[in-house]
């Protein structure tokens, strides 16, 4: 007489910190965007503070975000839209991202990734096979403002930047001028030259320092650290957008 077991596979679950629907910064048409738990990397302009701890996000299945998307389908679709996940950093929780990833991209709903690259390597290429798009943020081309402005190291952003190159993942560039901190012209053009030698970047955006997210530091009693720095001025802004396109760059 034989005997069989059966087992049940735990669904596959995450931590969270909310979604919302954004338009023309998170990708391509209306997104619904899904912000993820967890950033190993303490940028001093960080505009989420309340994302850095897995601890202080919810538990969520991979279910209960697919239906929580598909509710929002029909908006998106007809908007030219699709999913970002976001964060903190969406790389932290790697099968939970690919997870999502994969069943957007099977449901027919185009996929970005919104990363500073600096978990990369724990993004395997099928979870990037499942990715349209993917929002590389690069936050100084300098090393040693990289390390003072995130307390990070750069050199694994630019190696995942040379990958996505190599698999032909389309990629936009986010790069935050921040005066006195991202604003140094030889950087930039070493960045330029950088990306100009990929062939898989779309565009740039050089997205202005802002302080838009000082009532959360106040609300979390946590000191922000560039309260003082003021925003460029478009000038400056304009500057660097140049400097961009001087190498064959679409800089917006």
Same mark, same amino acid.
């Given at each position: 007489? @034989?005997?069989?077991?059966?087992?049940? $596979?735990?669904?596959?679950?995450?931590? *969270?910190? =909310?979604? /919302?629907?954004? #338009?023309?910064?998170?990708?391509?048409?209306?997104?619904?965007?899904?912000?993820?738990s967890?950033?190993?990397?303490?940028?001093?302009?960080?505009?989420?503070?309340?994302?850095?701890?897995?601890?202080?996000?919810?538990?969520?299945?991979?279910?209960?975000?697919?239906?929580?998307?598909?509710?929002?389908?029909?908006?998106?679709?007809?908007?030219?839209g699709?999913?970002t996940?976001?964060?903190?950093?969406?790389?932290?929780?790697?099968?939970?991202?690919?997870?999502?990833?994969?069943?957007?991209?099977?449901?027919?709903?185009?996929?970005?990734?919104?990363?500073?690259?600096?978990?990369?390597?724990?993004? @395997?290429?099928?979870?990037?096979?499942? $990715?349209?798009?993917?929002?590389?943020? *690069?936050? =100084?081309? /300098?090393?040693? #403002?990289?390390?003072k402005?995130?307390?990070?190291?750069?050199?694994?952003?630019?190696t995942?930047?040379?990958?996505?190159?190599?698999?032909?993942?389309?990629?936009?560039?986010?790069?935050?001028?921040?005066?006195?901190?991202?604003?140094?012209?030889?950087?930039?053009?070493?960045l330029?030259?950088?990306?100009?030698?990929?062939?898989?970047?779309?565009?740039?955006?050089?997205?202005?320092?802002?302080?838009?997210?000082?009532?959360?530091?106040?609300?979390?009693?946590?000191?922000?650290?560039?309260?003082?720095?003021?925003?460029?001025?478009?000038?400056?802004t304009?500057?660097?957008?140049?400097?961009?396109?001087?190498?064959?760059?679409?800089?917006?």
């Amino acid at each position: 007489m @034989s005997t069989s077991t059966s087992t049940t $596979t735990a669904p596959l679950t995450g931590r *969270i910190h =909310s979604w /919302d629907l954004s #338009t023309g910064v998170d990708g391509p048409g209306t997104r619904f965007v899904l912000f993820l738990s967890g950033c190993p990397l303490r940028c001093l302009y960080c505009s989420n503070p309340d994302t850095w701890h897995m601890r202080d996000g919810r538990p969520a299945t991979v279910d209960e975000v697919m239906a929580e998307i598909e509710k929002y389908r029909p908006f998106i679709t007809a908007a030219g839209g699709g999913v970002t996940l976001t964060g903190g950093e969406a790389l932290l929780q790697p099968q939970f991202t690919g997870e999502i990833l994969r069943r957007c991209k099977e449901s027919g709903l185009h996929t970005a990734l919104d990363t500073s690259g600096f978990l990369g390597a724990r993004a @395997s290429d099928a979870l990037l096979a499942d $990715t349209d798009l993917v929002l590389l943020d *690069i936050k =100084s081309f /300098d090393i040693r #403002t990289y390390r003072k402005l995130t307390g990070g190291d750069l050199a694994p952003t630019l190696t995942f930047a040379t990958r996505l190159d190599r698999l032909g993942v389309p990629v936009w560039i986010r790069y935050v001028l921040v005066p006195g901190w991202t604003d140094d012209p030889e950087a930039v053009d070493g960045l330029g030259a950088f990306l100009a030698g990929l062939g898989n970047v779309d565009r740039v955006d050089v997205l202005p320092f802002h302080r838009l997210g000082l009532p959360k530091y106040e609300a979390l009693g946590i000191p922000f650290p560039l309260r003082d720095t003021p925003a460029p001025d478009p000038g400056l802004t304009e500057r660097v957008r140049e400097q961009f396109r001087e190498h064959g760059l679409r800089a917006l």
